[in-house]
T-cell receptor
Framework: QKEVEQDPGPLSVPEGAIVSLNCTYS??????FMWYRQYSRKGPELLMYTYSSGNKEDGRFTAQVDKSSKYISLVIRDSQPSDSATYLCAMSGTSGAGSYQLTFGKGTKLSVIP | KAGVTQTPRYLIKTRGQQVTLSCSPI?????VSWYQQTPGQGLQFLFE???????NKGNFPGRFSGRQFSNSRSEMNVSTLELGDSALYLC????????????FGAGSRLTVL
């Protein structure tokens, strides 16, 4: 079993839809949870960053972490064609010098159809 | 402010050759991490350099190596290339070592024939 599982999709939704992307993990040491977005022929860029359990909202995006279930999600409301990209979840156990590297999910490819 | 710059963007090599990839981090960033991205395995951590010292290393064979210079620029080298080394190699920089917030470059796409 991989440390981080993420459904690769592809996921295709109409413009304006609510999209939920999720990851599950097995390492209970993970405390920092991130979502990166990667457009075609580009490197990943940080979208959301959360620590421990709870919700974090930023505009149309909400990141949710449920450590008891080892499950994280990213909800995109009113999805736009510009949201079409691959979404990667990432996790780590610590932060700062000497900490572990990020562990990424394989990514979910999302297409938002106008 | 310039982002993370990786060169070359695309390259084709044959089995047995070696390759060197270059990464210039964001000005002021002292940590450089390297990741390999493939469709089958996703992003996998290669190594991290901070102040010219390797701080962390992923589970890759010794054919994969790297270094960091005093200006924080970094290079990674893959020797005796194998077909399975075909991938997008991503460099990411951050101000401190072990940061979770990384700024990635666009990557170097390596094809091994």
């Amino acid at each position: 079993q991989k440390e981080v599982e993420q459904d690769p999709g592809p996921l295709s939704v109409p413009e304006g839809a609510i999209v939920s992307l999720n990851c599950t993990y097995s390492n209970s040491a993970f405390q920092y949870f991130m979502w990166y977005r990667q457009y075609s022929r580009k490197g990943p860029e940080l979208l959301m960053y959360t620590y421990s359990s709870g919700n974090k909202e930023d505009g149309r995006f909400t990141a949710q972490v449920d450590k008891s279930s080892k499950y994280i999600s990213l909800v995109i409301r009113d999805s736009q064609p510009s949201d079409s990209a691959t979404y990667l979840c990432a996790m780590s156990g610590t932060s700062g010098a000497g900490s572990y590297q990020l562990t990424f999910g394989k990514g979910t490819k999302l297409s938002v159809i106008p | 402010k310039a982002g993370v710059t990786q060169t070359p963007r695309y390259l084709i090599k044959t089995r047995g050759q070696q390759v060197t990839l270059s990464c210039s981090p964001i000005s002021g960033h002292r940590s450089v991490s390297w990741y390999q991205q493939t469709p089958g395995q996703g992003l996998q951590f290669l190594f991290e350099y901070f102040s010219e010292t390797q701080r962390n290393k992923g589970n890759f064979p010794g054919r994969f190596s790297g270094r960091q210079f005093s200006n924080s620029r970094s290079e990674m080298n893959v020797s005796t290339l194998e077909l399975g080394d075909s991938a997008l190699y991503l460099c990411a920089s951050s101000f401190d070592s072990g940061a979770n917030v990384l700024t990635f470059g666009a990557g170097s796409r390596l094809t091994v024939l």
